[in-house]
């Protein structure tokens, strides 16, 4: 991050819990080597596994840490993680990277009774030389739209009650929502998404070989996105069946 403009580089990719689209291949290795030549400063991550003792039992190369901590490892010294789902093997859900302190973080429950379970992990940062706390969200919402818009109305609650509202905002994950009818609800509370302000509309990111559903997003409050990309085909198209998108956020 550069101090005099205080911006900062930040990434949204989602995992698939690190196996290939087709979940023929396990491909964390590639993945975390992708994801740092990004060198972006706060990473979104969603689907990575915590835990999952079948994996480490059958696959030569699964890490003995998690597999957030395995992508951190060196880069990003502070990290986060929020379980979405639990099953006898083990978990996984959303994390988030940092280069720079994280103070708190919460993981609410955002699951509808019977579904698949969601949650949004929400990390405080501590950027230097900003004398406020900035907020990483990161989201991976339902498919169905009946269960999205009430996780969104749940995200709004935690934007108008969780979080100061002259405090920067970065929201970014896998929303599924393929409508795009999460502009319309989230600029009610001052979040605007990068690649709609930037080129009119909403990114493509699925599936990543030919994408054709706008499915990921960053959007900020109290803060500016500028020059966002989706990441090449080559190599993300075998990593993820998600393109991912970078940008950087000035404050």
Not at 19 to 28: E, H, T
Not at 71 to 79: E, K
Not at 130 to 156: F, K, M, N, T, Y
């Amino acid at each position: 991050m550069s101090d005099s403009s205080r911006s900062l580089r930040v990434l949204t990719v989602n995992t698939h819990k690190g196996f290939g689209p087709l979940n023929r291949r396990f491909i964390l290795h590639e993945l975390r080597e992708a994801v740092r030549a990004v060198s972006a400063d706060v990473v979104f991550l969603q689907e990575v596994h915590g835990t999952h003792d079948r994996h480490g039992e059958r696959i030569a190369n699964w890490p003995a840490m998690s597999q957030y901590e395995f992508m951190a490892d060196q880069l990003w010294p502070q990290f986060a993680y929020g379980r979405n789902a639990i099953y006898p093997d083990g978990d996984h859900g959303n994390a988030i990277l940092s280069r720079f302190p994280i103070v708190r973080h919460q993981n609410l429950d955002v699951s509808l009774v019977g579904r698949e379970p969601r949650a949004l992990l929400h990390c405080a940062l501590r950027i230097p030389g900003w004398p406020d706390e900035v907020h990483a969200i990161c989201v991976h919402l339902g498919l169905l739209e009946s269960h999205r818009q009430v996780q969104l109305r749940l995200l709004v609650h935690l934007l108008q009650v969780g979080i100061p509202r002259e405090e920067a905002v970065i929201v970014a994950g896998d929303f599924n929502d393929w409508r795009c009818r999460a502009h319309r609800v989230l600029a009610a509370v001052g979040l605007h998404e990068v690649f709609v302000t930037a080129d009119g509309r909403a990114a493509r990111t699925f599936p990543a070989r030919f994408p054709v559903l706008q499915l990921d997003r960053i959007y900020v409050r109290r803060a500016s996105g500028h020059s966002p990309f989706v990441l090449p085909r080559r190599p993300w198209s075998h990593l993820s069946d998600h393109a991912p998108l970078a940008a950087e956020i000035r404050l």
